[in-house]
Structure formats: structure tokens, C-alpha cells
T-cell receptor, first 110, second 115 residues
Framework: KQEVTQIPAALSVPEGENLVLNCSFT??????LQWFRQDPGKGLTSLLL?????REQTSGRLNASLDKSSGRSTLYIAASQPGDSATYLC?????????FGQGTRLTINP | DAGVIQSPRHEVTEMGQEVTLRCKPI?????LFWYRQTMMRGLELLIY????????DSGMPEDRFSAKMPNASFSTLKIQPSEPRDSAVYFC?????????????FGDGTRLSIL
């Protein structure tokens, strides 16, 4: 059974810092890995999707990497801003089914 | 595009009552997913449909839960009878089949409280 773990559960950093969020998964037979953002009281917003054949994806200040063989992914956020404060979830997919981690709650302090 | 639309946004009801949650997926999307989010268990997939047909309902917790998709633009998730442990946020998501992997788009969820 696929298990997804995100460490740390919570992270607080000052504005402007670069930071890395971590995601690990137990079964490397995945189709893709996705990073989502969830704001309080809202649904999930897809940030980046990395296909199983890819190593990384970039969107603006965000960069996500995937090492399928070791079962790890990282989300790098450059020059963090208070608006980046949210919970970040990673999810791995097999066919259409997503298995989510518990998320990292990120707070960026002005 | 309007995005995935869920209703109601909040539902408070007493134990034993029937609860119906509704979802309108993004037009043109052929996959629809129902998830449940709790503090203890995180986000769990309950069921998903492809072209209105249920494909995998292995995440549905009990027979008290049922889901339907009568057409491409509407789906319901019903709980009958409801119990306090069903209290959670229920999300609907949709995605399109364009190549192998497409992101899922989520609605804002229904926050359900069973008293």
C-alpha cells in the first residue's frame, strides 16, 4: 500500500528566505507526483505536476524535483512571501488515484 | 472557466438524517472524484467516475455512502443515515483525459457537521 510522508508538518520562516518542503513515498511505481496548495477553508490548487519520466518542473518561484528510485520529491520556494502561507500537500498517482501526504503547514512571517 | 462547483458549502444536520452533497465538474472533464478530508486521516479518495461510470469505489467507507453521476455535469454523494463520525470536509475534483497525466481541479468543499 502506498504511503506518502511529508516532513516537516509545520514550518515558519521569515519573508524572503528560500525554503524546501519534503515528500517521500514508499512505492516507486507511480504515474506522476503533484504538489498542491490549500488555503484555509478552500479546496486544493494544483501547483506542479511531474510525470514519472521527468526529474523536475518549474513554475515561477516554485521548483519541484522527483527522484522516483529513492521515493522522494522536494518543493523549492524561492524568495518566500507572506502570500505563500498555506498548507502544501504532495500526492502520488497510480492511474487516476491520488494518495496524499498529510501536508506541511507553511507560515511566512513579514 | 467556472471551476468545480460544490454545494452546499456548509451543512449541519442531526445524526440519522440523510445528507446529499452536490458537485458540478468543469465542463469537458471526463473524470470526477470524491474525497474526504479529516484531521486524523487527511485526504482520502472515496470514489471516482470516468464518463459518468463509477470506476473505483473501494474508498467508500460503508454502505451508508453512495454516489451517482447521472450526467457529465452533475454528481451527488449521499450519506444515509448520517453519523457524527462522518463529520469532515468533502471535496469534489475533476480532470480531463489529455495524455497520461492531467492535474485534478478541486472545488472548495462541503464542510459537514453531524450532531
Amino acid at each position: 500500500k502506498q504511503e506518502v510522508t511529508q516532513i516537516p508538518a509545520a514550518l515558519s520562516v521569515p519573508e524572503g528566505e528560500n525554503l524546501v518542503l519534503n515528500c517521500s513515498f514508499t512505492d516507486s511505481a507511480i504515474y506522476n507526483l503533484q504538489w498542491f496548495r490549500q488555503d484555509p477553508g478552500k479546496g486544493l490548487t494544483s501547483l506542479l505536476l511531474i510525470q514519472s519520466s521527468q526529474r523536475e518542473q518549474t513554475s515561477g518561484r516554485l521548483n519541484a524535483s522527483l527522484d522516483k528510485s529513492s521515493g522522494r520529491s522536494t518543493l523549492y520556494i524561492a524568495a518566500s512571501q507572506p502570500g505563500d502561507s498555506a498548507t502544501y500537500l504532495c500526492a502520488v498517482s497510480r492511474a487516476q488515484k491520488l494518495v496524499f501526504g498529510q501536508g506541511t503547514r507553511l507560515t511566512i512571517n513579514p | 472557466d467556472a471551476g468545480v462547483i460544490q454545494s452546499p458549502r456548509h451543512e449541519v444536520t442531526e445524526m440519522g438524517q440523510e445528507v446529499t452533497l452536490r458537485c458540478k465538474p468543469i465542463s469537458g472533464h471526463d473524470y470526477l472524484f470524491w474525497y474526504r478530508q479529516t484531521m486524523m486521516r487527511g485526504l482520502e479518495l472515496l470514489i471516482y467516475f470516468n464518463n459518468n461510470v463509477p470506476i473505483d469505489d473501494s474508498g467508500m467507507p460503508e454502505d451508508r455512502f453512495s454516489a451517482k453521476m447521472p450526467n457529465a455535469s452533475f454528481s451527488t454523494l449521499k450519506i444515509q443515515p448520517s453519523e457524527p463520525r462522518d463529520s469532515a470536509v468533502y471535496f469534489c475534483a475533476s480532470s480531463a483525459t489529455q495524455g497520461r497525466s492531467q492535474p485534478q481541479h478541486f472545488g472548495d468543499g462541503t464542510r459537514l457537521s453531524i450532531l
